[in-house]
């Protein structure tokens, strides 16, 4: 069984904490990957059960909602982790993607209308990208 706690924030502190606690418990380090909210920690080949899984989901700060979500759904797939993330948004670029106000129907990096924004979030790469209405595009790369 495996323990995974996702982190959504990007401090250091929540993540050391975090860290330590489990180390406490389970006595070995875990897994760590950055993710574009924070961190994933992933303890993997413990000797628990599913409910005892939930516990330390808890202990460790885990987002209790997805915990129950967990709990009460049966046949979901539990502590699911992404290692690849592609979303699109058309006709217009949500201030997450350059730190900006309210969603824009105009590039953040250019002022052209924008036909779709793509955020790219794979092993290999990861970026940010801007289709304008004319095709041309603008991509910051993460």
Request: a positive charge; charged letters at 30%.
């Amino acid at each position: 069984m495996r323990v995974t706690i996702d982190i959504d924030s990007k401090s250091k502190k929540c993540l050391y904490w975090c860290v330590f606690r489990g180390l406490l418990y389970f006595r070995k380090m875990p897994d760590i990957r950055k993710t574009m909210r924070g961190f994933h920690v992933i303890w993997r080949g413990l000797k628990i059960n599913e409910k005892e899984s939930y516990e330390y989901r808890k202990r460790l700060g885990d987002d209790w909602k997805r915990i129950e979500l967990d709990k009460a759904s049966p046949k979901r797939l539990k502590q699911v982790l992404f290692t690849e993330k592609v979303v699109t948004y058309n006709g217009y670029c949500p201030p997450k993607m350059f730190n900006t106000k309210g969603n824009r129907k105009n590039c953040p990096l250019c002022g052209k209308p924008i036909q779709k924004a793509i955020i790219s979030w794979t092993i290999d790469n990861k970026y940010n990208a801007v289709i304008h209405k004319d095709n041309t595009e603008c991509v910051k790369h993460i």
